[in-house]
């Protein structure tokens, strides 16, 4: 028997349904805040991630689903859906009706990590960004929008984290603090930090190594080292998530596997995920689209890992259950085929109604109208055709009456 890819998972009929339902709640809430969706490819030119997530990071290093097509270009499937809305704001010149821009979307992503418990290989995202705005109120409306959706979906062990990762002025001083800190205690570092160390130190401060925390702890804070124009966005960050009630904590060592970020950097956590605790993640990117090639352009966003949501989201499944409202149990060739017709023009009303298609007792039809959870059933047969009257069978009740043909629709209906 051929498996599917390890890593990669099926979502089945049952488990579908509450995804169903997060993506609505998602979709309405984005167009309550002005968000237009925006489809992008699952496959990129390689390039394009390699320069916006950057050589260094995890991602690009080993992670990427990358292969030559038949005429030997290079391409990946994307890891990350932020680095095509940028490429796709640029290439259509988005930014020439209005700069200012927001898009969601809501699909999978690949990488090739290690599977375990809320790490696929193949997993799905839903992503927002706000695109053309340097205000520190574009992040502040984001952590706004992601505890909304949070609370709409019952999910009530969620915290949000926030920290600064400083601008292209600061963050080079920030850095050369931390790595004269880490070649001072390199002796206590994981062997991935030890590598990390000279080519990307910021990672090491959010690597979860018991051994490397403790190396850690008396490490340099990025805020401590923000310069005054990224300090002044950071207060009014804080103060705004305040204003709206929104409890967060600060959490200097909260940085992010991309390269491309700026600023304000957040991460929505919860107590029910276990190890992968992060269920959301996001910040600002201020020049990634010029790095693209793009005009200058401000832009902030989130991706919340939807696999890892549609774990914690505390929704009534039963409420999701697709049962039908009618089982139509016929007897014989040529009542098969009158129901059939009859259950196509009930599709079109409505009326999900369901039969068998194959010559059946009416005991073993029954069997099936129960196993699907059919409220009612409908028995047709000669007897009943002849007389101009079918049999409803109320399956809960188990009460049967003889209905005129004329008046079922109405009468299942009525009791649907
Ligand atoms: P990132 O793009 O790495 O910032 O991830 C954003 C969110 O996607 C995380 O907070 C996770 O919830 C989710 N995520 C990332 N990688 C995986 C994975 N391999 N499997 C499942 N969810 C993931």
């Given at each position: 028997m051929i498996q599917l890819i390890k890593g990669f998972k099926d979502i089945l009929p049952g488990e579908v349904e509450l995804?169903?339902?997060?993506?609505?709640?998602?979709?309405?809430?984005?167009?309550?805040?002005?968000?237009?969706?925006?489809?992008?490819?699952?496959?990129?030119?390689t390039e394009l991630f390699a320069k916006?997530?950057?050589?260094?990071?995890?991602?690009?290093?080993?992670?990427?689903?990358?292969?030559?097509?038949?005429?030997?270009?290079?391409?990946?499937?994307?890891?990350?859906?932020?680095?095509?809305?940028?490429?796709?704001?640029?290439?259509?010149?988005?930014?020439?009706?209005?700069?200012?821009?927001?898009?969601?979307?809501?699909?999978?992503?690949?990488?090739?990590?290690?599977?375990?418990k809320g790490r696929y290989r193949q997993f799905y995202q839903i992503n927002a960004e706000i695109i053309g705005v340097d205000s520190p109120l574009a992040d502040v409306e984001l952590i706004f929008i992601l505890l909304t959706l949070f609370s709409r979906l019952s999910v009530s062990d969620v915290a949000a984290h926030i920290n600064s990762l400083g601008c292209p002025e600061c963050r080079p001083e920030f850095k050369t603090a931390l790595s004269g800190f880490l070649t001072s205690s390199s002796g206590n570092l994981c062997s991935d930090c030890v590598r990390r160390k000279d080519r990307n130190p910021l990672r090491v401060l959010d690597c979860k190594v018991p051994a490397c925390r403790t190396a850690m702890t008396g490490a340099p804070s990025i805020l401590d080292h923000l310069c005054p124009a990224c300090n002044e966005h950071f207060e009014i960050v804080k103060g705004a998530l305040k204003a709206i009630n929104v409890p967060f904590t600060v959490d200097k060592k909260l940085v992010r596997g991309l390269d491309y970020y700026t600023r304000t950097?957040?991460?929505?956590?919860?107590?029910?995920?276990?190890?992968?605790?992060?269920?959301?993640?996001?910040?600002?990117?201020?020049?990634?689209?010029?790095?693209?090639?793009?005009?200058?352009?401000?832009?902030?966003?989130?991706?919340?890992?939807?696999?890892?949501?549609?774990e914690i989201a505390d929704l009534n499944r039963t409420d999701f259950a697709q049962t039908p409202d009618i089982y139509i149990?016929?007897?014989?060739?040529?009542?098969?085929?009158?129901?059939?017709?009859?259950?196509?023009?009930?599709?079109?009303?409505?009326?999900?109604?369901?039969?068998?298609?194959?010559?059946?007792?009416?005991?073993?039809?029954?069997k099936r109208a129960h196993r699907l959870g059919a409220k009612q059933v409908l028995i047709v047969g000669d007897n009943e055709i002849k007389q101009g009257a079918v049999i409803l069978r109320d399956m809960t009740t188990k009460v049967q009456m003889s209905i005129p043909i004329e008046d079922v629709v109405e009468k299942i209906i009525e009791r649907s």
């Amino acid at each position: 028997m051929i498996q599917l890819i390890k890593g990669f998972k099926d979502i089945l009929p049952g488990e579908v349904e509450l995804w169903q339902e997060i993506e609505k709640t998602a979709r309405a809430l984005f167009e309550d805040f002005g968000f237009k969706e925006i489809r992008i490819p699952i496959m990129e030119r390689t390039e394009l991630f390699a320069k916006s997530i950057g050589e260094d990071t995890d991602i690009v290093e080993k992670e990427m689903y990358t292969f030559p097509d038949r005429k030997g270009e290079l391409i990946t499937l994307r890891p990350e859906a932020t680095a095509s809305v940028c490429r796709s704001y640029i290439q259509h010149k988005l930014y020439a009706k209005d700069p200012v821009r927001k898009f969601y979307t809501i699909g999978p992503m690949f990488r090739r990590e290690r599977p375990q418990k809320g790490r696929y290989r193949q997993f799905y995202q839903i992503n927002a960004e706000i695109i053309g705005v340097d205000s520190p109120l574009a992040d502040v409306e984001l952590i706004f929008i992601l505890l909304t959706l949070f609370s709409r979906l019952s999910v009530s062990d969620v915290a949000a984290h926030i920290n600064s990762l400083g601008c292209p002025e600061c963050r080079p001083e920030f850095k050369t603090a931390l790595s004269g800190f880490l070649t001072s205690s390199s002796g206590n570092l994981c062997s991935d930090c030890v590598r990390r160390k000279d080519r990307n130190p910021l990672r090491v401060l959010d690597c979860k190594v018991p051994a490397c925390r403790t190396a850690m702890t008396g490490a340099p804070s990025i805020l401590d080292h923000l310069c005054p124009a990224c300090n002044e966005h950071f207060e009014i960050v804080k103060g705004a998530l305040k204003a709206i009630n929104v409890p967060f904590t600060v959490d200097k060592k909260l940085v992010r596997g991309l390269d491309y970020y700026t600023r304000t950097t957040f991460e929505i956590q919860t107590g029910e995920l276990g190890a992968q605790n992060a269920v959301a993640g996001g910040g600002r990117y201020d020049g990634l689209i010029k790095a693209l090639g793009g005009p200058d352009t401000p832009a902030t966003g989130f991706a919340i890992g939807f696999d890892r949501l549609a774990e914690i989201a505390d929704l009534n499944r039963t409420d999701f259950a697709q049962t039908p409202d009618i089982y139509i149990a016929a007897l014989g060739e040529k009542n098969r085929s009158l129901v059939f017709e009859w259950k196509c023009a009930w599709g079109l009303e409505g009326i999900k109604a369901d039969m068998e298609f194959g010559d059946k007792s009416l005991k073993s039809q029954m069997k099936r109208a129960h196993r699907l959870g059919a409220k009612q059933v409908l028995i047709v047969g000669d007897n009943e055709i002849k007389q101009g009257a079918v049999i409803l069978r109320d399956m809960t009740t188990k009460v049967q009456m003889s209905i005129p043909i004329e008046d079922v629709v109405e009468k299942i209906i009525e009791r649907s």
